[in-house]
């Protein structure tokens, strides 16, 4: 499994765009990556996932450049109640088994 | 809709004495998992069944046992829990090698 590294934590206001960057430099041929958003008290839950380019659903856009060794989770337009933690993860198909959380992004959103 | 539903939210057990933790889905998806996640830590995979197939962590202690009776629920046994088994534990599932669904998960005191 290809390891991760994301900032421990990050600040914005209500209304930016957030952008979080993971980087993934022994990412293999095979991986997906896949962000996680965790509040407390909560189980994480999915967000998007990506093999190249660009996915965009209807809460969240993932930005992959060509060589894949680094990808963004950009969040339009926060709101107070997007301040979670984030993981993002990388993994072939049978990784999906066997998720290996790194330590996350805690994202605050400041009034 | 609650889709996978772990009961209780809170339970309190005394030091050795065994406590089970219930898990049940309506997504009727062939992998469960179980995680263990303590305080401003990452979700710890435990071990997963998929489908009738159990598949534990090398690092799990033998402490930690499950059972999947059927499709729908799964139950984590804690034989002797011990100070350091009091976490949130995390039931999720999957179709086969698609992103997990997570519950709200169980916190788990021990006294």
């Known amino acids: 499994l290809a390891k991760t590294t994301q900032p421990i934590s990050m600040d914005s206001y209500e209304g930016q765009e957030v952008n979080i960057t993971c980087s993934h430099n022994?990412?293999?041929?095979?991986?997906?990556i896949t962000w996680y958003q965790q509040f407390p008290s909560q189980g994480p839950r999915f967000i998007i996932q990506g093999y190249k380019t660009k996915v965009t659903n209807e809460v969240a856009s993932l930005f992959i450049p060509a060589d894949r060794k680094s990808s963004t989770l950009s969040l339009p337009r926060v709101s107070l109640s997007d301040t979670a933690v984030y993981y993002c993860l990388v993994g072939d198909e049978g990784s999906n088994y066997k998720l290996t959380f790194g330590k996350g992004t805690l994202l605050t959103v400041n009034p | 809709d609650a889709m996978v539903i772990q009961n209780p939210r809170y339970q309190v057990t005394q030091f050795g004495k065994p406590v089970t933790l219930s898990c049940s889905q309506t997504?009727?998806?062939?992998?469960m998992y179980w995680y263990q996640q303590k305080s401003s830590q990452a979700p710890k995979l435990l071990f997963h069944?998929?489908?009738?197939?159990?598949?534990n962590e090398a690092d799990t202690p033998d402490n930690f046992q499950s059972r999947r009776p059927n499709t729908s629920f799964c139950f984590l046994d804690i034989r002797s829990p011990g100070l350091g088994d009091a976490a949130m534990y995390l039931c999720?599932?999957?179709?086969?090698?698609?992103?997990?669904?997570f519950g709200d998960g169980t916190r788990l005191s021990i006294l």
């Open positions: 069944y998929y489908d009738k197939d159990f598949n």
């Open positions: 999720a599932t999957s179709r086969s090698h698609q992103p997990q669904h």
């Open positions: 997504l009727n998806h062939n992998v």
């Open positions: 022994n990412i293999a041929t095979n991986d997906y």
